[in-house]
């Protein structure tokens, strides 16, 4: 309740700044050149060790600290963050925070961060505004912290494989950091998941140390500046994307809440050439196929029943489920191991009970509050759809996503159903884990509307009973 307090508080003020910025950009937009970066250092990974830096396969999470300084005439409420076009598409999540203190005595709070349409940089650099707690007086400097999330941007290299070869990627980015302002000092280090690298552009000073590529320091760099660099290195990582997730969550006030998940998977990375050898693939797996996969873990409650998983030829028994208290990890193992470019398509299904996750608000409302995201970590999702079925009867659905969603509406019919049940759509696209973030829908619903069901059927049974009788008792005899 606290954290929700704050929260809103928060928001408030990001409101208030929000304004207060629209106001100060259309009076002056020369004024937020003015600040400058004092030290900027960039860690981009492409690593699973590095908690801070969340490997995802595909992607990368880049940890980016910074100090802004002001020396402008005027306090300064928004700070800008540029990424080139050919990052902007690929660009499924930012997050920023502003730090004070260090080490134990650090404290973080989070920054909204919006995508500025009124000004764009130049070469068409997107820009993104960070709304700052408190605006930036002349002379003052804060610390920002930034992290952001690239999908899909490593390229293979080559694009086509065959079952022995290693995959090798390729990386572009820049060795300094695009910025509409002056940076005065700054370094980038990008990890990436082996030691071996094939090629790295060179913009001195850089240095390579084994897994580690570091560009910088560098002084003095103007705005906007921009030094392609492209890394060459190998990455056996399967790139596994969901192209598709469709859930649906069916609630039904009789205590039980039913998930359906379809999912069509894809290994994204290089294309794999010519026959596939099973012996080969089984007797020899560190070298043969080894940017391959063959199961995934998929994270679910820690209370689900009936659990099933199959595709489009029956159950596949080869799927694991361990549960305790806190979680419950089911391992899938789809009918044959996933190598560059197939495919597979497959249903997990599961049960939960009511009271885990469908909840009353004080004003007499009812609210399911579940996870968004995908339960297979380690995955990007191209396209999820989340669709919440209510019960018959329910009204003004109302839903609260902590980010950007498409919202529609469906009517699902089911046996014994008159009005039908209203369905609350949820789409969205380029999905990482960080948006496993819990997400509520509430609605009205009077309990009379459980009855309707059981009334329907006695009375079905009751007309079916008088009938009988009146049958057994009328006098159908020609006779008199
Ligand atoms: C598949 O598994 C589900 C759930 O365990 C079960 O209800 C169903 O009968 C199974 N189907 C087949 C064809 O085995
Ligand atoms: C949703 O559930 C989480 C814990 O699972 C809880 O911390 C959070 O407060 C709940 N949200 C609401 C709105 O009840």
């Known amino acids: 309740m606290e954290v929700y ?22 009076s002056s937009s020369l004024a937020w050149p003015e600040l400058q970066i004092v030290t900027a250092e960039r860690r981009g990974c492409i690593d699973l060790e590095d908690i801070n830096c969340l490997f995802l396969i595909i992607f990368l999470i880049k940890c980016w600290t910074f100090q802004v300084q002001n020396d402008g005439a005027s306090p300064a409420s928004d700070v800008f963050l540029a990424f080139p076009p050919q990052q902007v598409k690929h660009l499924s999540l930012i997050q920023a925070a502003e730090v004070a203190g260090k080490k134990r005595k650090k404290s973080v709070h989070q920054l909204d961060v919006k995508s500025s349409d009124q000004v764009n940089g130049p070469n068409g650099a997107k820009l993104y505004s960070i709304s700052l707690r408190n605006p930036l007086s002349t002379g003052g400097s804060v610390s920002l912290e930034v992290s952001y999330v690239l999908t899909q941007l490593l390229e293979p290299f080559p694009v086509e494989i065959s079952q022995s070869e290693p995959q090798l990627v390729l990386y572009r980015d820049s060795a300094s950091i695009l910025s509409p302002y002056v940076i005065k000092q700054q370094t980038t280090v990008i990890r990436i998941p082996t030691t071996k690298v094939e090629s ?12 580690e ?7 003095d760099k103007p705005s906007y500046s921009y030094t392609p660099i492209v890394v060459h290195f190998q990455n056996n990582n399967p790139f596994a994307v969901v192209e598709e997730l469709v859930r649906e969550i069916e609630i039904s006030h009789w205590g039980n809440l039913q998930f359906t998940e379809h999912y069509t998977l894809v290994h994204n ?9 099973r012996v080969e693939y089984q007797s020899r797996p560190s070298i043969s ?33 361990r549960t305790s208290y806190s979680k419950s990890e089911l391992e899938i193992e789809p ?12 249903v997990i299904g599961y049960g939960l009970p009511l009271q885990d996750v469908l909840f009353e608000s004080s ?8 996870s968004f995201g ?8 191209n396209k999820i759809t989340n669709k919440v079925v209510l019960p018959e009867g329910s009204k003004n659905p109302h839903v609260v996503v902590p980010f950007s969603v498409e919202r529609s509406a469906e009517t699902k019919y089911t046996y014994l159903d008159i009005v039908g049940r209203p369905v609350v759509v949820l789409e969205k696209e380029n999905v990482v884990p960080e948006h496993n973030s819990l997400f509520q829908v509430y609605y009205d619903f009077h309990p009379m509307f459980m009855l309707a069901e059981p009334l329907m059927l006695t009375s079905v049974f009751f007309f079916l009973f008088v009938a009988a009788l009146a049958y057994l008792h009328m006098d159908i005899s020609i006779r008199k």
């Open 200 to 211: 790295f552009t060179r913009v001195e000073p850089s240095t390579h140390m084994r897994s």
């Open 269 to 277: 990375g290089a294309k794999h050439k010519g026959g596939f050898s």
């Open 5 to 26: 307090k704050a929260r809103s508080h928060l928001t408030l003020n990001f409101a208030l700044l929000a304004s207060l910025s629209l106001c100060f950009l259309s």
């Open 335 to 346: 009918r044959y191991p996933l190598l560059g470019g197939w495919k597979a398509t497959f």
């Open 374 to 381: 995908c339960p297979i970590a380690e995955t990007v999702v």
């Open 363 to 370: 004003d007499g409302k009812r609210y399911l509050n579940f």
């Open 289 to 321: 196929g080894v940017s391959s996969f063959k199961h995934l873990v998929a994270k679910l409650p820690p209370r689900v029943h009936s659990v099933y998983y199959r595709d489009n030829i029956g159950n596949i028994s080869t799927s694991h489920l």
């Open 213 to 219: 590529l570091k560009y910088g320091p560098y002084e």
